[in-house]
């Protein structure tokens, strides 16, 4: 199963249902034109039936009656990263796995913090320019 936190056009949710076709793969953004634009392309892509929510976080009912989740990931700042921390660690399988990205470089241990405090730690991380992704685990 796999939950994208903050699916902006779904990129990243449709990716994960194109390597995964027979997985669970939701989406979910607190931004419902985002979402809308997130089905469209869902659409395009002849997946229609991948299902897109409008949630703050992890919380709406398709996404959470779902949980847990292998794979977590969140394209997204690291202020909500950081408040998110609790409830996306609380969604994720004990063996999953978490993406983060969307943050920075300089911003890379206030985030890492965040969810080692959730019991996660950072088992990888790739920078590219300014720009961070973590991947994190139990």
Request: one cysteine or more; a negative charge; hydrophobic letters at 50%.
């Amino acid at each position: 199963k796999v939950a994208d936190i903050g699916c902006g056009t779904g990129i990243l949710t449709l990716a994960a249902k194109h390597l995964w076709p027979d997985a669970f793969v939701i989406g979910g953004d607190m931004d419902a034109p985002s979402v809308d634009t997130a089905i469209e392309n869902a659409v395009k892509n002849k997946m229609a039936t991948l299902p897109f929510v409008t949630a703050a976080g992890t919380q709406h009912e398709d996404i959470l009656n779902n949980a847990p989740y292998d794979l977590i990931i969140a394209n997204i700042l690291a202020a909500p990263l950081i408040e998110l921390a609790p409830e996306m660690c609380e969604a994720m399988a004990k063996d999953g796995r978490m993406i983060l990205s969307g943050l920075l470089i300089r911003q890379e241990d206030e985030v890492i913090a965040a969810y080692e405090a959730q019991g996660l730690k950072c088992i990888d991380r790739i920078n590219r320019d300014e720009w961070s992704a973590l991947t994190l685990a139990r």
